[in-house]
């Protein structure tokens, strides 16, 4: 590795419980001062050859705000890694998903999730993987309490691309790369690349790490439909952050 690279692993699980040391739970503040938390409380956490294990028969709900209903168990890294102005930075870990009583064919119906998110500008870059399918995703969202920038173009929006080519069920190594200076992410699969996203209309600035159990169920008049008694299992590596200046 040469000097314009730094490469450095976010990891350190068996510090889970300490929470603010390395991760946190995830969640946003509310408008009455209270704070949601990403945290299913029956939740069993393990973490065992540094692979962090989560498994939650999902309960949280919000019935009014949508990002608060889709995340249900979910850890930040404590603090957001900085992006390069040049050259990239890329995200890479492996992960698993298992799930018990999802609608069969339906990811969205709960998920193990890698996010990265920008909170100075709504940016999500994600992989959401279930049973039989993944989705890589790139969005602007309407974060709680976050300031979008105006960039004359669609302001918020969610793109998923879903795929089935994958070894389902077992551990898969799931990597995202982001150029500030190309406006530019790549997703990749098991080394493949499996979606390129060119011409981002802003800068991203810096992404927290975050590893989830999620559900993404439009809310309906009367409220949440995303909880109806499934099981999500998650595992997890250690992240590897590489910085190519």
């Given at each position: 590795?040469?000097?314009?690279?730094?490469?450095?692993?976010?990891?350190?699980?068996?510090?889970?419980?300490?929470?603010?040391?390395?991760?946190?739970?995830?969640?946003?503040?509310?408008?009455?001062?209270?704070?949601?938390?990403?945290?299913?409380?029956?939740?069993?956490?393990?973490?065992?050859?540094?692979?962090?294990?989560?498994?939650?028969?999902?309960?949280?709900?919000?019935?009014?705000?949508?990002?608060?209903?889709?995340?249900?168990?979910?850890?930040?890294?404590?603090?957001?890694?900085?992006?390069?102005?040049?050259?990239?930075?890329?995200?890479?870990?492996?992960?698993?998903?298992?799930?018990?009583?999802?609608?069969?064919?339906?990811?969205?119906?709960?998920?193990?999730?890698?996010?990265?998110?920008?909170?100075?500008?709504?940016?999500?870059?994600?992989?959401?993987?279930?049973?039989?399918?993944?989705?890589?995703?790139?969005?602007?969202?309407?974060?709680?309490?976050?300031q979008v920038p105006d960039?004359?173009?669609?302001?918020?929006?969610?793109?998923?691309?879903?795929?089935?080519?994958?070894?389902?069920?077992?551990?898969?190594?799931?990597?995202?790369?982001?150029?500030?200076?190309?406006?530019?992410?790549?997703?990749?699969?098991?080394?493949?690349?499996?979606?390129?996203?060119?011409?981002?209309?802003?800068?991203?600035?810096?992404?927290?790490?975050?590893?989830?159990?999620m559900t993404e169920k439009?809310?309906?008049?009367?409220?949440?439909?995303?909880?109806?008694?499934?099981?999500?299992?998650?595992?997890?590596?250690?992240?590897?952050?590489?910085?190519?200046?």
């Amino acid at each position: 590795m040469d000097n314009n690279e730094q490469q450095f692993v976010l990891g350190d699980f068996h510090s889970i419980l300490e929470e603010g040391k390395v991760w946190k739970i995830g969640g946003f503040p509310l408008p009455d001062g209270s704070f949601w938390e990403y945290r299913e409380p029956e939740a069993v956490v393990i973490v065992r050859n540094g692979i962090l294990y989560v498994r939650a028969k999902l309960s949280k709900q919000n019935n009014h705000v949508q990002i608060l209903d889709n995340a249900k168990h979910m850890y930040f890294s404590n603090e957001p890694v900085k992006v390069p102005e040049n050259g990239e930075i890329s995200f890479e870990l492996q992960m698993r998903a298992r799930t018990q009583g999802t609608a069969p064919g339906d990811l969205y119906d709960g998920f193990v999730s890698l996010n990265l998110l920008d909170f100075t500008t709504g940016a999500a870059l994600d992989f959401f993987v279930s049973n039989d399918k993944y989705a890589s995703v790139y969005a602007i969202l309407p974060f709680p309490g976050v300031q979008v920038p105006d960039t004359g173009k669609t302001k918020y929006f969610c793109v998923f691309k879903e795929e089935t080519d994958f070894e389902a069920g077992e551990f898969n190594t799931y990597k995202i790369t982001y150029s500030q200076a190309e406006d530019e992410a790549v997703f990749y699969l098991n080394g493949r690349e499996v979606r390129r996203e060119k011409n981002i209309p802003m800068k991203f600035n810096e992404f927290y790490v975050c590893l989830g159990i999620m559900t993404e169920k439009d809310l309906s008049p009367s409220g949440s439909v995303s909880v109806h008694g499934q099981t999500v299992i998650a595992e997890y590596s250690p992240v590897t952050v590489e910085i190519k200046a």
